[in-house]
């Protein structure tokens, strides 16, 4: 049977200010079975969303080809296909961030400011990707869409003995 490998759950890490923070573990192996092997994780803003999403490499790739897609396809109805409007605001702030063993890896300062990561870091599992959430921001957002979200979110850092 082919593995599967999916970003689920919910886990609950730190950020210092230098933008120092581990992945998760249970977000750990996904991510390396979903850049090929490699310790790599893709990371960019989501303004829907106002978090990070994140994803392995082949998944970018996806991505690629789908924007790729919608230009051939508007290329054959004569229509003009833009990448700096229909890619800018998806892979402008896309990194292809390397992590160590331990999952530690360095966050763009460009990433924490847009996401308001301060020092509690939520990152969630969607299946194909995650999102990755600072806390405090997180449960100050009015979505009821993301009611789970901060109802785990809360739940950990009570756990931690943190403010919620």
């Not at 360095?106 to 600072?134: E, Q």
């Amino acid at each position: 049977m082919a593995e599967i490998s999916a970003f689920l759950g919910s886990a609950l890490t730190t950020i210092d200010p230098k933008g120092r923070m581990a992945i998760p573990a249970n977000f750990r192996n996904p991510l390396i079975y979903a850049s090929k092997g490699e310790s790599l994780a893709v990371l960019s803003f989501n303004a829907e969303g106002q978090c990070l999403q994140g994803c392995g490499t082949t998944r970018l790739e996806s991505l690629l080809q789908q924007m790729q897609q919608r230009e051939e396809a508007a290329n054959a109805q004569g229509e003009e296909f833009r990448t700096e409007v229909f890619g800018g605001s998806r892979f402008n702030t896309t990194f292809r961030i390397a992590f160590d063993g331990s999952g530690r890896l360095i966050l763009p300062k460009l990433l924490v400011a847009m996401a308001r990561i301060d020092k509690h870091v939520f990152f969630s599992g969607n299946g194909t990707d995650f999102s990755v959430w600072g806390v405090e921001h997180l449960l100050s957002l009015d979505d009821p869409r993301l009611a789970s979200q901060q109802y785990v979110a809360r739940f950990m850092m009570d756990e931690l003995g943190g403010k919620a």
